[in-house]
T-cell receptor, first 113, second 114 residues
Framework: AQSVTQLGSHVSVSEGALVLLRCNYS??????LFWYVQYPNQGLQLLLK??????LVKGINGFEAEFKKSETSFHLTKPSAHMSDAAEYFC???????????FGTGTRLLVSP | NAGVTQTPKFRVLKTGQSMTLLCAQD?????MYWYRQDPGMGLRLIHY?????TTAKGEVPDGYNVSRLKKQNFLLGLESAAPSQTSVYFC????WGAGTDTQYFGPGTRLTVL
């Protein structure tokens, strides 16, 4: 069965520091992978997605993620955190029929001045 | 474009009561989804629909029913609410399956069952 594991329910960084949010996946087929972001009291919105084209995927707000098949990972990074990046981030993997997503449990990013 | 809207935004029920949550999208999307979000558990799929008149079970369907009589609407029903159904409910839609396509989420409905 498809699954994702997000290491760390909370990650704290200082403004201007590197952001690294970890995601490892398990999939029986070549996966499509997604990162969604949820700002307080809002629904989720797409940050970026990997659909088997380029392994380095660039998203909105300066975020990017690299698909590493050998490590079954799809970690999210941003070179310099901004206060407005404080949110919850969800990694997700497609199901085998590509009709649904399986979400991870989320990582809350805290950014301090 | 309103995108995906959900009604109501908040609701408090007593155990055993019933209610219907309404999701509407104006993007002509084929696929629609209902999720619940609980602390530490991420989003879990309740039911979904791949087109008007179709529905399918997700990961946690027990205690819920759905209907998709019109393409733009997806209703989630709780026939006899239980405290375990206290959660935040999100509706989402996409042109193609969520496994390949961007999902657009509504703002959520916060439900408390006493």
């Amino acid at each position: 069965a498809q699954s994702v594991t997000q290491l760390g329910s909370h990650v704290s960084v200082s403004e201007g520091a590197l952001v690294l949010l970890r995601c490892n996946y398990s999939s029986s087929v070549p996966p499509y992978l997604f990162w969604y972001v949820q700002y307080p009291n809002q629904g989720l919105q797409l940050l970026l997605k990997y659909t088997s084209a380029a392994t380095l995927v660039k998203g909105i707000n300066g975020f990017e993620a690299e698909f590493k098949k050998s490590e079954t990972s799809f970690h999210l990074t941003k070179p310099s955190a901004h206060m407005s990046d404080a949110a919850e981030y969800f990694c997700a993997v497609s199901d085998t029929g590509f009709q649904k997503l399986v979400f991870g449990t989320g990582t809350r990013l805290l950014v301090s001045p | 474009n309103a995108g995906v809207t959900q009604t109501p935004k908040f609701r408090v029920l007593k155990t055993g009561q019933s209610m219907t949550l309404l999701c509407a999208q104006d993007m002509n999307h084929e696929y629609m989804y209902w999720y619940r979000q609980d602390p530490g558990m991420g989003l879990r799929l309740i039911h979904y629909s791949v087109g008007e008149g179709t529905t399918a079970k997700g990961e946690v369907p027990d205690g819920y029913n759905v209907s998709r009589l019109k393409k733009q609407n997806f209703l989630l029903g709780l026939e006899s609410a239980a405290p375990s159904q206290t959660s935040v409910y999100f509706c989402a839609s996409s042109s193609w399956g969520a496994g390949t396509d961007t999902q657009y989420f509504g703002p959520g409905t916060r439900l408390t069952v006493l």
